[in-house]
C-alpha cells in the first residue's frame, strides 16, 4: 500500500512539472476596470492570432471569443472576481478582477495578460 501510494505521489509531481511555470509569481494574472483583456503569445514577441479563449466562473463557462491576428482578446465588462482562462493548444490559468478607481482625464488602470509559450503568464500595469 504504502509503495502504491509512493507511486501515485510520484506521478503526481510529475504531471504537475511537466505543465508547470518556472516563475510561481507568474501562475496569476490581476485584471481590472472590469474588462479581461489581454493577448495570446506563441512565442516571444508573437501573438497566438485566432485562438479561442473561453471564461469560466468556477465550473460554469461564461464567454468564448477568439484572438484576433496580433493574438489580443477582449471580454468586455465582468464583475469583479475570481475566473479561470482557457486557450486552446495552451492551457489555462486564474485570474482575479478588481474595480479599479478613476485615474483622472478620462482613463481607468487596467493589466494586460500576456500568455507565454512556457506556461506562465506576464500581468502588467497599463491605462486605457
Known sequence: MKRVLQLLLL???????????????????????WD??????????????FAEVQLYSGKTHLRTTITNSNGSFDFGPITPGEYRLSIANWGSFDVEVEAFS??????????????????????????N
Open 102 to 127: 478613476r485615474i483622472g482625464g478620462g482613463q481607468y488602470a487596467y493589466y494586460s495578460v500576456l500568455l507565454l509559450p512556457d506556461n506562465c503568464i506576464a500581468a502588467g500595469f497599463s491605462t
Open 36 to 49: 479581461i483583456r489581454g493577448a495570446a503569445l506563441q512565442e516571444p514577441g508573437k501573438g497566438l492570432a
Open 11 to 33: 506521478t503526481l509531481l510529475l504531471s504537475l512539472t511537466a505543465f508547470s511555470c518556472d516563475d510561481p509569481y507568474l501562475r496569476r494574472g490581476l485584471i481590472g476596470e
